[in-house]
């Protein structure tokens, strides 16, 4: 499966506006009830079937990331309960009546994508778009798909359900942001009155809150754990470069090691890690490539010349003849955060050298 939406009609006007549908919005496959699909010539993109929508639907839930249903939304209902697993994992599930008037967010709405594909049919379609989540309603944000845009991530949804529900029901919310991007209030979304954005963890824990929401990438001290996670959403930004050098041949279980010790001796999450750099001869690094690969990390590679603009407190001759700059770890991370200083300078271990900065995020570095 190479698109990304399944949509799928059982009558006349509806494999109609499914097939309008396929043509407007990019990477969607069409599928037709063969009986009332004249017109629709299988071919990449459209499909016939000949079997109940129920036996149909299975193969679709595992293969798409949204499914639209030209149904009405008792018959979705129906259809789509045997295959519910996770509110992680379910696709986005959308239902358009057969003339397209009403286009309504389903399944997974905040998660999977439904409420923003709802919007974005609706305009294909000139349809009445029908989302009902608490926060969409409300005109807020929603606590699940905070720092979406950004790549942030939860360390954990176990308090997810009821630090969404202390949002919309108006109960008293602490918002704690220590470092990451800013801008994470969407568009045309107001903050509430009974939501108060925290300087510091004093002033969080002075706050009178029901609920609080922490934004950090450092890993909290015990004391905190204990007062605030029970009732907190921890989320990750990925606020941290690493400035890596290494002896050729290093392996990936090496470098692993020397990165998670030194997060650990920082006390700062390894869910935090935005990316790796160092130098451009370490393009074809197997062992910073397959690290880079387990974890999804980019990899930022600089020329001498860039390495040798950031002044450092201990060029190095050695490194020099290997790779024509003075410095790697340290000159790599800031070049790649944007930062004016390091969290931490180069530390040696084995054959492998490390450096830490903190991405700068809208002008205004972030420190703690």
């Given at each position: 499966?190479?698109?990304?939406?399944?949509?799928?009609?059982?009558?006349?006007?509806?494999?109609?506006?499914?097939?309008?549908?396929?043509?407007?919005?990019?990477?969607?496959?069409?599928?037709?009830?063969?009986?009332?699909?004249?017109?629709?010539?299988?071919?990449?993109?459209?499909?016939?079937?000949?079997?109940?929508?129920?036996?149909?639907?299975?193969?679709?839930?595992?293969?798409?990331?949204?499914?639209?249903?030209?149904?009405?939304?008792?018959?979705?209902?129906?259809?789509?309960?045997?295959?519910?697993?996770d509110k992680k994992t379910d696709p986005a599930v959308i239902a358009i009546d057969e003339r397209g008037e009403h286009v309504i967010?389903?399944?997974?709405?905040?998660?999977?994508?439904?409420?923003?594909?709802?919007?974005?049919?609706?305009?294909?379609?000139?349809?009445?778009?029908?989302?009902?989540?608490?926060?969409?309603?409300?005109?807020?944000?929603?606590?699940?798909?905070?720092?979406?845009?950004?790549?942030?991530?939860?360390?954990?949804?176990?308090?997810?359900?009821?630090?969404?529900?202390?949002?919309?029901?108006?109960?008293?919310?602490?918002?704690?942001?220590?470092?990451?991007?800013?801008?994470?209030?969407?568009?045309?979304?107001?903050?509430?009155?009974?939501?108060?954005?925290?300087?510091?963890?004093?002033?969080?824990?002075?706050?009178?809150?029901?609920?609080?929401?922490?934004?950090?990438?450092?890993?909290?001290?015990?004391?905190?754990?204990?007062?605030?996670?029970?009732?907190?959403?921890?989320?990750?930004?990925?606020?941290?470069?690493?400035?890596?050098?290494?002896?050729?041949?290093?392996?990936?279980?090496?470098?692993?090691?020397?990165?998670?010790?030194?997060?650990?001796?920082?006390?700062?999450?390894?869910?935090?890690?935005?990316?790796?750099?160092?130098?451009?001869?370490?393009?074809?690094?197997?062992?910073?490539?397959?690290?880079?690969?387990?974890?999804?990390?980019?990899?930022?590679?600089?020329?001498?010349?860039?390495?040798?603009?950031?002044?450092?407190?201990?060029?190095?001759?050695?490194?020099?003849?290997?790779?024509?700059?003075?410095?790697?770890?340290?000159?790599?991370?800031?070049?790649?955060?944007?930062?004016?200083?390091?969290?931490?300078?180069?530390?040696?271990?084995?054959?492998?050298?490390?450096?830490?900065?903190?991405?700068?995020?809208?002008?205004?570095?972030?420190?703690?």
């Amino acid at each position: 499966m190479t698109k990304r939406y399944a949509a799928v009609a059982i009558t006349r006007n509806g494999i109609q506006l499914a097939r309008q549908l396929g043509e407007r919005l990019a990477g969607t496959d069409v599928y037709g009830y063969a009986k009332y699909s004249e017109g629709l010539v299988e071919s990449e993109g459209q499909y016939l079937f000949a079997e109940p929508v129920k036996e149909l639907l299975p193969s679709l839930f595992s293969r798409y990331e949204g499914v639209i249903l030209f149904f009405s939304l008792g018959a979705v209902v129906r259809l789509i309960a045997p295959l519910l697993q996770d509110k992680k994992t379910d696709p986005a599930v959308i239902a358009i009546d057969e003339r397209g008037e009403h286009v309504i967010s389903v399944l997974s709405g905040h998660l999977g994508g439904a409420n923003a594909l709802c919007l974005t049919i609706a305009k294909l379609l000139c349809s009445h778009p029908v989302i009902t989540t608490a926060s969409d309603v409300q005109g807020t944000f929603a606590v699940d798909l905070l720092g979406q845009a950004f790549a942030w991530r939860a360390d954990s949804f176990d308090n997810m359900k009821s630090v969404s529900a202390a949002l919309v029901n108006g109960e008293p919310v602490a918002v704690l942001q220590e470092c990451g991007e800013r801008g994470w209030l969407p568009v045309g979304a107001t903050l509430p009155e009974h939501v108060c954005l925290c300087s510091s963890v004093a002033e969080l824990l002075e706050s009178p809150f029901s609920a609080a929401i922490i934004v950090t990438d450092r890993l909290l001290e015990a004391p905190e754990e204990s007062t605030l996670l029970s009732r907190s959403v921890l989320y990750r930004p990925r606020s941290l470069v690493l400035g890596l050098g290494c002896n050729r041949g290093t392996s990936e279980a090496e470098l692993e090691a020397v990165v998670r010790d030194t997060l650990n001796e920082l006390k700062l999450s390894l869910a935090s890690v935005r990316n790796i750099a160092t130098a451009q001869i370490k393009g074809d690094e197997a062992g910073l490539l397959t690290l880079c690969s387990k974890y999804g990390w980019e990899l930022a590679l600089y020329t001498p010349e860039q390495l040798n603009t950031i002044p450092i407190a201990n060029p190095s001759d050695t490194v020099f003849r290997a790779t024509g700059a003075y410095g790697v770890c340290e000159p790599a991370a800031l070049l790649s955060s944007g930062a004016a200083d390091w969290l931490l300078r180069k530390k040696k271990s084995g054959n492998v050298t490390i450096a830490v900065a903190r991405v700068l995020f809208d002008g205004v570095e972030e420190s703690l």
